[in-house]
Protein backbone atom coordinates (compact mmCIF):
# COMPACT_ATOMS: atom_id res chain seq x y z
CA UNK A 1 0.00 0.00 0.00
CA UNK A 2 1.19 3.36 -0.70
CA UNK A 3 1.75 5.62 2.02
CA UNK A 4 0.83 9.53 2.24
CA UNK A 5 3.00 11.91 -0.81
CA UNK A 6 5.88 13.39 0.84
CA UNK A 7 7.93 16.27 -1.26
CA UNK A 8 11.67 15.60 -0.69
CA UNK A 9 13.71 18.57 -1.76
CA UNK A 10 17.49 19.30 -2.41
CA UNK A 11 19.52 22.54 -1.98
CA UNK A 12 21.34 24.16 -4.82
CA UNK A 13 25.05 25.98 -4.72
CA UNK A 14 26.68 27.97 -2.13
CA UNK A 15 26.34 28.21 1.88
CA UNK A 16 22.98 27.98 3.66
CA UNK A 17 21.24 28.80 6.63
CA UNK A 18 20.98 25.57 9.12
CA UNK A 19 19.01 22.28 7.32
CA UNK A 20 15.73 22.78 9.80
CA UNK A 21 15.32 26.85 9.09
CA UNK A 22 16.43 26.17 5.19
CA UNK A 23 13.50 23.38 4.79
CA UNK A 24 11.64 25.64 6.90
CA UNK A 25 11.81 28.71 4.72
CA UNK A 26 11.40 26.63 1.39
CA UNK A 27 7.79 25.41 3.24
CA UNK A 28 6.61 28.47 4.05
CA UNK A 29 7.36 29.70 0.02
CA UNK A 30 5.47 26.94 -1.10
CA UNK A 31 2.56 28.24 0.95
CA UNK A 32 2.61 31.88 0.30
CA UNK A 33 1.95 30.33 -3.41
CA UNK A 34 -0.99 28.78 -2.31
CA UNK A 35 -2.16 31.99 -0.16
CA UNK A 36 -1.31 33.87 -3.50
CA UNK A 37 -3.86 32.47 -5.32
CA UNK A 38 -6.05 31.81 -2.92
CA UNK A 39 -5.81 28.18 -2.36
CA UNK A 40 -5.75 26.49 1.22
CA UNK A 41 -2.48 25.79 1.93
CA UNK A 42 -2.44 21.89 2.53
CA UNK A 43 -0.69 19.72 5.45
CA UNK A 44 2.44 18.34 3.61
CA UNK A 45 5.80 16.50 4.63
CA UNK A 46 8.76 18.12 3.05
CA UNK A 47 12.53 16.53 3.95
CA UNK A 48 15.75 18.45 3.45
CA UNK A 49 18.55 16.40 1.16
CA UNK A 50 21.36 18.70 2.66
CA UNK A 51 24.63 18.70 1.26
CA UNK A 52 26.20 22.47 2.35
CA UNK A 53 27.77 21.44 5.33
CA UNK A 54 29.96 19.83 3.49
CA UNK A 55 31.36 22.68 1.52
CA UNK A 56 30.69 25.23 4.09
CA UNK A 57 31.31 23.77 7.51
CA UNK A 58 29.94 27.09 9.02
CA UNK A 59 26.99 27.30 8.05
CA UNK A 60 24.64 30.87 7.78
CA UNK A 61 23.87 32.03 10.43
CA UNK A 62 20.60 34.73 10.45
CA UNK A 63 22.30 36.66 13.86
CA UNK A 64 25.21 36.75 11.89
CA UNK A 65 25.59 40.85 11.69
CA UNK A 66 29.64 41.26 10.32
CA UNK A 67 28.71 41.01 6.18
CA UNK A 68 32.70 40.06 6.01
CA UNK A 69 31.73 36.92 7.74
CA UNK A 70 31.08 33.67 6.15
CA UNK A 71 28.19 33.08 8.05
CA UNK A 72 26.62 36.22 6.44
CA UNK A 73 22.98 35.18 5.57
CA UNK A 74 22.85 37.50 2.30
CA UNK A 75 19.41 36.30 1.19
CA UNK A 76 17.08 35.37 3.80
CA UNK A 77 13.43 34.23 3.11
CA UNK A 78 11.05 37.19 2.21
CA UNK A 79 7.33 37.41 1.12
CA UNK A 80 7.41 38.53 -2.41
CA UNK A 81 6.03 41.80 -3.82
CA UNK A 82 5.86 41.90 -7.19
CA UNK A 83 4.31 39.21 -9.60
CA UNK A 84 5.35 40.03 -12.94
CA UNK A 85 5.88 39.27 -15.48
CA UNK A 86 8.85 41.47 -16.65
CA UNK A 87 10.81 41.35 -19.70
CA UNK A 88 13.61 39.69 -19.40
CA UNK A 89 16.96 41.30 -19.91
CA UNK A 90 17.86 41.85 -23.58
CA UNK A 91 21.23 39.83 -23.92
CA UNK A 92 19.47 37.26 -22.76
CA UNK A 93 16.70 37.48 -25.36
CA UNK A 94 19.44 36.78 -27.75
CA UNK A 95 20.20 33.68 -27.28
CA UNK A 96 18.72 30.88 -29.23
CA UNK A 97 18.11 27.53 -28.13
CA UNK A 98 21.52 25.32 -29.59
CA UNK A 99 24.00 28.01 -28.82
CA UNK A 100 25.88 25.32 -27.13
CA UNK A 101 29.59 26.32 -28.00
CA UNK A 102 29.06 29.92 -27.72
CA UNK A 103 26.89 29.76 -24.24
CA UNK A 104 30.43 27.15 -22.88
CA UNK A 105 33.08 30.46 -24.08
CA UNK A 106 30.29 32.75 -23.05
CA UNK A 107 30.51 31.35 -19.18
CA UNK A 108 34.22 29.21 -19.14
CA UNK A 109 36.10 30.40 -22.06
CA UNK A 110 38.73 32.90 -22.33
CA UNK A 111 36.25 36.18 -22.52
CA UNK A 112 33.56 34.61 -20.32
CA UNK A 113 31.44 36.76 -17.80
CA UNK A 114 32.04 39.99 -19.50
CA UNK A 115 28.27 40.56 -20.64
CA UNK A 116 26.72 38.95 -17.59
CA UNK A 117 25.91 41.28 -14.49
CA UNK A 118 27.50 40.95 -11.25
CA UNK A 119 24.52 38.67 -10.12
CA UNK A 120 24.49 36.12 -12.74
CA UNK A 121 28.86 36.28 -12.72
CA UNK A 122 28.93 35.52 -8.98
CA UNK A 123 26.45 32.51 -9.50
CA UNK A 124 28.08 31.02 -12.16
CA UNK A 125 31.45 31.62 -11.07
CA UNK A 126 30.19 29.74 -7.62
CA UNK A 127 28.55 26.78 -9.36
CA UNK A 128 31.50 25.91 -11.69
CA UNK A 129 33.99 26.14 -8.31
CA UNK A 130 31.25 23.35 -6.56
CA UNK A 131 30.84 21.80 -9.60
CA UNK A 132 34.72 20.96 -9.69
CA UNK A 133 34.58 20.01 -6.08
CA UNK A 134 31.41 17.52 -6.50
CA UNK A 135 33.04 15.73 -9.52
CA UNK A 136 36.60 15.31 -8.83
CA UNK A 137 37.41 15.91 -5.06
CA UNK A 138 37.23 14.71 -1.84
CA UNK A 139 35.37 15.80 0.91
CA UNK A 140 35.25 15.18 5.12
CA UNK A 141 32.21 13.35 6.40
CA UNK A 142 30.70 13.39 9.80
CA UNK A 143 33.28 10.94 11.09
CA UNK A 144 36.33 13.09 9.98
CA UNK A 145 37.07 10.43 6.51
CA UNK A 146 38.29 12.05 3.69
CA UNK A 147 35.45 10.48 0.62
CA UNK A 148 34.70 11.13 -3.09
CA UNK A 149 32.63 14.76 -3.31
CA UNK A 150 30.14 12.99 -4.78
CA UNK A 151 29.21 10.06 -3.47
CA UNK A 152 29.07 11.93 0.55
CA UNK A 153 26.12 14.44 -1.31
CA UNK A 154 24.75 11.85 -3.32
CA UNK A 155 24.26 9.81 -0.18
CA UNK A 156 22.10 12.73 1.62
CA UNK A 157 19.38 12.49 -1.31
CA UNK A 158 19.58 8.62 -1.29
CA UNK A 159 19.41 8.01 2.19
CA UNK A 160 15.89 9.96 2.28
CA UNK A 161 14.54 8.16 -0.86
CA UNK A 162 15.15 4.87 0.91
CA UNK A 163 13.34 5.31 4.04
CA UNK A 164 10.31 6.68 1.68
CA UNK A 165 10.44 4.31 -0.95
CA UNK A 166 6.66 3.08 0.33
CA UNK A 167 5.44 6.85 -0.19
CA UNK A 168 4.57 8.61 -3.02
CA UNK A 169 7.27 11.19 -3.87
CA UNK A 170 7.99 14.15 -5.50
CA UNK A 171 11.86 15.09 -5.49
CA UNK A 172 12.01 18.84 -5.66
CA UNK A 173 15.48 20.02 -7.00
CA UNK A 174 17.13 23.58 -7.36
CA UNK A 175 20.12 24.64 -9.01
CA UNK A 176 23.31 22.34 -8.70
CA UNK A 177 20.71 20.33 -6.40
CA UNK A 178 19.03 19.02 -9.97
CA UNK A 179 22.50 17.94 -11.21
CA UNK A 180 22.67 15.37 -7.59
CA UNK A 181 18.92 14.26 -7.89
CA UNK A 182 19.29 13.19 -11.09
CA UNK A 183 22.57 11.69 -10.82
CA UNK A 184 20.90 9.97 -7.79
CA UNK A 185 17.93 8.86 -9.98
CA UNK A 186 19.87 7.43 -12.40
CA UNK A 187 22.88 6.04 -10.58
CA UNK A 188 22.13 4.84 -6.71
CA UNK A 189 19.22 4.22 -6.45
CA UNK A 190 17.01 3.74 -9.92
CA UNK A 191 14.93 1.40 -8.84
CA UNK A 192 12.93 3.71 -6.12
CA UNK A 193 9.69 4.78 -7.73
CA UNK A 194 9.22 8.67 -7.42
CA UNK A 195 5.64 10.19 -9.07
CA UNK A 196 7.09 13.64 -9.91
CA UNK A 197 10.26 15.43 -10.25
CA UNK A 198 10.55 19.45 -10.09
CA UNK A 199 13.60 20.99 -11.63
CA UNK A 200 13.86 24.60 -11.04
CA UNK A 201 17.30 26.80 -12.07
CA UNK A 202 18.23 23.58 -13.57
CA UNK A 203 22.19 23.51 -15.41
CA UNK A 204 21.12 20.25 -16.73
CA UNK A 205 21.21 21.96 -20.06
CA UNK A 206 24.30 22.82 -19.80
CA UNK A 207 27.02 21.57 -22.59
CA UNK A 208 29.43 21.01 -19.72
CA UNK A 209 27.05 19.17 -17.78
CA UNK A 210 25.74 17.65 -20.57
CA UNK A 211 29.00 15.77 -21.68
CA UNK A 212 29.81 15.28 -17.85
CA UNK A 213 26.31 12.87 -17.65
CA UNK A 214 27.35 11.41 -21.47
CA UNK A 215 30.89 10.53 -20.18
CA UNK A 216 29.52 8.78 -16.78
CA UNK A 217 27.43 6.68 -18.75
CA UNK A 218 30.21 5.86 -21.21
CA UNK A 219 28.52 6.78 -23.99
CA UNK A 220 31.69 8.59 -25.77
CA UNK A 221 31.82 10.66 -28.89
CA UNK A 222 27.39 10.37 -30.05
CA UNK A 223 25.92 11.65 -32.31
CA UNK A 224 24.67 15.78 -31.18
CA UNK A 225 21.56 14.40 -31.66
CA UNK A 226 21.63 11.49 -29.19
CA UNK A 227 19.10 12.50 -26.11
CA UNK A 228 19.86 11.45 -22.48
CA UNK A 229 18.11 8.97 -20.59
CA UNK A 230 15.47 10.26 -18.08
CA UNK A 231 15.99 7.90 -15.00
CA UNK A 232 14.05 5.14 -14.93
CA UNK A 233 12.03 4.94 -11.37
CA UNK A 234 10.11 8.81 -12.55
CA UNK A 235 6.42 7.37 -12.99
CA UNK A 236 4.41 10.26 -13.73
CA UNK A 237 5.90 13.96 -14.96
CA UNK A 238 9.55 16.20 -15.31
CA UNK A 239 8.46 19.58 -14.83
CA UNK A 240 11.39 21.99 -15.19
CA UNK A 241 10.93 25.54 -14.43
CA UNK A 242 13.41 28.56 -15.47
CA UNK A 243 13.10 32.34 -15.28
CA UNK A 244 14.53 33.69 -18.55
CA UNK A 245 16.96 36.01 -16.00
CA UNK A 246 18.15 32.73 -14.30
CA UNK A 247 21.99 32.33 -15.82
CA UNK A 248 21.86 28.95 -14.67
CA UNK A 249 19.40 27.97 -16.76
CA UNK A 250 20.23 29.92 -20.09
CA UNK A 251 19.93 26.63 -21.82
CA UNK A 252 16.57 25.55 -20.43
CA UNK A 253 14.89 23.22 -22.98
CA UNK A 254 16.01 19.61 -21.02
CA UNK A 255 13.42 18.12 -23.82
CA UNK A 256 15.50 18.79 -26.43
CA UNK A 257 18.86 17.12 -24.81
CA UNK A 258 16.46 13.93 -22.48
CA UNK A 259 15.00 11.17 -24.09
CA UNK A 260 11.05 9.75 -22.62
CA UNK A 261 11.67 6.91 -20.17
CA UNK A 262 9.84 3.51 -20.34
CA UNK A 263 6.99 5.13 -18.96
CA UNK A 264 6.38 7.65 -21.02
CA UNK A 265 8.37 10.08 -19.03
CA UNK A 266 10.45 13.38 -20.20
CA UNK A 267 10.96 16.72 -19.38
CA UNK A 268 8.69 19.79 -19.58
CA UNK A 269 9.93 23.34 -19.36
CA UNK A 270 8.02 25.92 -18.65
CA UNK A 271 9.10 29.61 -18.59
CA UNK A 272 8.02 31.42 -15.00
CA UNK A 273 9.06 34.49 -13.26
CA UNK A 274 11.16 34.29 -10.15
CA UNK A 275 10.67 37.70 -8.25
CA UNK A 276 13.06 37.19 -5.69
CA UNK A 277 14.35 40.51 -4.32
CA UNK A 278 16.21 41.63 -1.49
CA UNK A 279 17.56 44.86 -0.30
CA UNK A 280 16.71 46.32 -3.85
CA UNK A 281 18.65 43.49 -5.28
CA UNK A 282 16.86 40.72 -7.25
CA UNK A 283 17.86 37.56 -7.55
CA UNK A 284 16.10 35.22 -10.64
CA UNK A 285 18.14 31.82 -9.47
CA UNK A 286 16.43 31.93 -5.86
CA UNK A 287 14.65 29.38 -4.57
CA UNK A 288 12.08 31.04 -2.24
CA UNK A 289 10.92 33.09 -5.78
CA UNK A 290 10.89 29.78 -7.69
CA UNK A 291 8.80 28.02 -5.23
CA UNK A 292 6.03 30.55 -4.64
CA UNK A 293 5.53 30.78 -8.62
CA UNK A 294 2.07 30.35 -9.95
CA UNK A 295 3.24 27.51 -11.96
CA UNK A 296 4.92 25.55 -8.96
CA UNK A 297 1.87 25.94 -6.93
CA UNK A 298 -0.09 24.40 -9.57
CA UNK A 299 2.03 21.61 -9.79
CA UNK A 300 2.44 20.84 -5.66
CA UNK A 301 -1.44 21.40 -5.62
CA UNK A 302 -1.99 18.56 -8.35
CA UNK A 303 1.08 16.32 -6.48
CA UNK A 304 -0.68 17.09 -3.18
CA UNK A 305 -4.17 18.00 -3.65
CA UNK A 306 -5.70 16.13 -6.77
CA UNK A 307 -3.99 13.27 -7.73
CA UNK A 308 -2.77 11.93 -4.17
CA UNK A 309 -5.20 13.47 -1.80
CA UNK A 310 -7.70 12.52 1.02
CA UNK A 311 -11.03 12.60 0.30
CA UNK A 312 -11.51 15.81 2.66
CA UNK A 313 -8.61 17.15 0.90
CA UNK A 314 -10.45 16.72 -2.43
CA UNK A 315 -13.58 18.43 -1.48
CA UNK A 316 -11.41 21.14 -0.02
CA UNK A 317 -9.84 21.81 -3.63
CA UNK A 318 -13.62 21.83 -5.21
CA UNK A 319 -14.79 24.13 -3.21
CA UNK A 320 -11.72 26.71 -3.21
CA UNK A 321 -11.47 28.89 -5.88
CA UNK A 322 -8.16 30.57 -7.23
CA UNK A 323 -8.28 34.22 -7.57
CA UNK A 324 -9.05 35.66 -11.05
Known sequence: MTMAPVIIAIH?????????????????????????????VPRFRLEMAYWSHYMHPRTQDPSESDQDSPRYLWEPYIEGEMFGP???????????????QQLLELVAGKSGFMNIDAVSNMILRRMFVE???????????????????RELIREELARLLRAYRAHTIMVLAHSMGCIVAYDVMLHVVPDIPV???VTMGCPLGFPVI????????????????TKLPTPPGLMRRWLNFSDLDDVTCLNYNLRNHYAENSHGVRPFDQIVYNNYEHDGVANPHK????????????????????????LWQRVKWIFSRPKM
Not at 14 to 31: G, V
Open 210 to 225: LRKITQELNLGATDPG
Open 131 to 149: LDTYYHKKLRDEHGRMVPA
Open 86 to 100: RDPRAFRKQISNSVH
Open 287 to 310: SYGYLRCAELTQAFNTFLCIENAT
Open 12 to 40: GLRNKPPRYLLANWWKKSIAEGFKIINLP
Open 195 to 197: HTL
